[in-house]
């Protein structure tokens, strides 16, 4: 089959097309055709090194896809050759932690593309217990822009920020596959959104997915707009997909008892801040990183109810790997990018 791969952490040239086994499904495993490959942020640290210190190369980089069962594992039932699935990006890898509630937080958790081969190849080898059957009436590219977005940011928003109607809430870099995805969910749940972004055409987009507010950092300090939005209380609950220097921002524009969520590290992994604002203000700040399958379950519900739809920016074909890190990496998308594993 082909894959891109990678030998070694680097540049996104050392994402390459190549010749590989295809895999055979172990007992209780399936193999599945992958349609269409989600790219996102997170593939693009892995393959740089930042993420963790070494792998085992060749690797193959990728948590989302969209295919059709190809083969059957011994003891596999429930499935059909031919039905359309979507694998689980992050289950755990010891049967024993399979019950493990929050999914996230096993023990033995890993995630497609890092700890397992990824999706950016013709075939997908995995555990039936973590393959969902796919009810949504979307085409392979649409749905491929969703599962990790989806399942993180309803986790995110709904069970960590604990987003309720008529909350305002603050999503940072909205225009990003992340960002776009957390604003349509707070929407979803009935809350005020604000939102971030870095030029007028982005400020566009989401505003058409349902921002109320949209600060354009080039020109505006999020803060103060912030808190002249909210009658000078700031919002509450923040969704940082940024961290790095940005979180102290988004600290001082949560209210009193306010939450701020963690969810990315796009500006820097190290942050510092004044201990007094948050201290004096009472607010809490949690991380959020995966998500359940019930959270995946709600919010494909939603995108039947036309709640939620998925912002694909394009797609290219799966020889084009190196240069969908390079988008990716140099911010120059809006939504999400998918790879087309059968495309010429």
Known sequence: ????????????????????????????????????AGVNRFDHYIREGSVVPELVFPHILGADAVGEVAELGEGVTGFEIGERVVPVGNYPQNEEDYEFTPLGSAPSVGVLGLHYPGTYAQYLEMPARWVLKDDSGLKPEELATLPMVLFTSVRAVKVVGKVRAGDKVLVTAGASGTGSMAIQVAKALGADVATTVRDDAKGEVTESLGADLVINTRKDDFVESVRGWTGGQGVDVVIDNLGGAILPQSIDATKTLGIVVALGFVVGTEVTFDIRNFFFGQKQLRGSMFGDVEDYTWGIEQVREGRIKPLLDRTLPLSEAAEAHRLISSNQTTGNLVLLPWAD
């Open 1 to 36: 089959m082909k894959a891109a791969v990678i030998r070694r952490f680097g540049n996104p040239d050392e994402l390459r097309l190549e010749d590989i086994p295809t895999p055979e499904p172990k007992p209780g495993h399936v193999v599945i055709k992958v349609l269409a």
